[in-house]
């Protein structure tokens, strides 16, 4: 199919006019007052990418408070995967608020959080025996996860990845890799995370069952499998670059922690709930995970997080063991139900994998074009340009940086990430129209050929 064959967005009714429309620099008056008073009234540490005041948002734009319209490439961080103002979810929303927003699943429970619990453990790779507990965020449902592996396993150690993001809980930062931003001047970090390396095709040219090895070698020889209760890693790594690893790496993690009673822990936080054109990128890469974390997508722009996993590892907790105030807020499961029904019903596994062609048909022209993008990589609507140096193949930042800039100027939002900082993600909503989508990436060409 030629990328002009590709049917628009089929679901999200937005309301909002479908265009990138520039009526004042960015940012605009009212938008340079509201970072002001950011700047007074919110640590220097809490930073933006977008230098507007959002005022509206959905299908494919954000709409800031001097009437600027955007082309959203980032789903604020692939969190909107259904749209920022999907129908289904704010009437579900809409409807919950007003019967109540609270009792605490722990006290009284609702029927919403375990309708949305049997849906994850129907979704998730394997026909297995599943339960799911929820949570906040992401970091929260990674902490949980590895909770529950020690306590199934009665071991210590937990094994995390080169390039990895988990999170900015004090675990997670510890089991995060890169140190500035996330890590640098906020330690001590949690005790017993081992880094082992990942693959990382384009950098270190190793086949998946080498890069397998390498990593189960350091694992055997510096931990010991008998210590180790849980290796965590992201199928495909989110904030470390979009890494996809060589083909046989995962599988061959898996049969190794099968093999030695290691859980082993998908963070599918970003790459979940149809964003990689998959309902799970683990179904890429053919594994079934112990256990599967989810949150950003799962519940179209609200806070909600999940653990899912084999019954016998979820149930190894204590009563009472597992929990939080606000886990499985029953506003964020009237959401996670609707947003649910779209990813299923609405054609959403085979939109991310329309918005991949176009995204990779387009990025893949961009780079024969210009040597500074060394790499397409990534899978569905999840797709990403790193940047080099042309002489030399070493990473470039400021080339990244000075695209996502250039482009955030001209009313398209982009993120960048990657170790080195030399990465610019493509996340688009799935309720993005294909014209946006094409517009938006003209833009990014455009300042690509700038450089
Ligand atoms: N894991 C992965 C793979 C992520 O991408 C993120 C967020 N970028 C997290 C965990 C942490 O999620 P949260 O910010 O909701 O805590």
Not at 19 to 48: C, D, F, Y
Request: proline share 6%; aromatic share 6%; net charge negative.
């Amino acid at each position: 199919m030629s990328v002009t064959d590709i049917p628009a967005a089929p679901v999200g009714g937005p309301s909002l006019p479908q265009e990138r429309r520039l009526v004042t620099a960015i940012p605009g008056p009212r938008s340079q007052q509201l970072l002001a008073r950011k700047a007074a009234a919110v640590p220097a540490g809490v930073g933006h990418t977008v230098p507007i005041e959002a005022a509206a948002a959905g299908g494919g734009v954000v709409v800031d408070a001097d009437g600027n319209s955007l082309i959203d490439l980032g789903a604020g961080i692939a969190v909107t995967t259904v749209g920022a103002s999907h129908p289904k979810v704010v009437a579900a929303v809409a409807e919950q608020v007003a019967r109540f927003t609270h009792t605490c699943f722990m006290i009284s429970p609702y029927e919403s959080y375990v309708a949305v619990a049997e849906a994850l453990n129907r979704l998730t790779p394997g026909d297995h025996e599943k339960r799911s507990a929820l949570f906040n965020s992401g970091a929260e449902a990674v902490e949980n996860a590895v909770k529950i592996a020690r306590k199934h396993t009665g071991r210590p150690a937990v094994v995390a990845f080169d390039h990895a993001y988990h999170g900015r809980t004090n675990l997670t930062m510890a089991l995060t890799a890169k140190a500035m931003p996330y890590k640098s001047g906020f330690g001590p970090f949690a005790g017993e995370v081992y880094r082992a390396p990942t693959s990382y095709p384009f950098r270190d040219g190793l086949s998946g069952p080498a890069a397998a090895k390498r990593a189960i070698s350091l694992i055997e020889k510096q931990i010991g499998a008998a210590n180790l209760a849980a290796v965590v890693i992201e199928p495909i790594q989110g904030e470390g670059g979009f890494i996809v690893p060589a083909d046989g790496f995962l599988p061959e993690l898996v049969r190794w922690c099968r093999e030695n009673g290691v859980v082993f822990v998908a963070d599918e936080v970003q790459t979940g709930f149809a964003r990689t054109g998959a309902m799970f990128a683990s179904e890429l890469f053919g594994i079934v995970p112990d256990i599967v974390a989810t949150a950003k997508g799962i519940a179209g722009g609200l806070p909600l997080a999940g653990v899912t996993g084999r019954a016998e590892i979820m149930d190894a907790s204590h009563l009472g063991g597992l929990g939080g105030t606000y886990g499985g807020n029953p506003v964020s499961c009237a959401a996670a139900l609707a947003a649910i029904d779209v990813f299923e019903n609405d054609g959403m596994v085979e939109r991310a994998q329309r918005i991949g062609d176009i995204l990779t048909t387009r990025l893949g022209e961009l780079a024969a074009a210009h040597p500074s993008i060394g790499d397409v990589r990534g899978r569905g609507a999840m797709i990403a340009i790193e940047f080099v140096v042309p002489a030399t193949g070493d990473p470039d930042a400021a080339a990244a940086a000075s695209v996502a800039r250039a482009a955030i100027a001209e009313g398209v939002i982009t993120l960048t990430c990657g170790t080195y900082g030399n990465v610019i993600r493509f996340l688009p909503p799935l309720s993005i129209p294909d014209h946006l989508l094409h517009e938006g990436l003209d833009v990014v060409a455009a300042a690509v050929a700038a450089l």
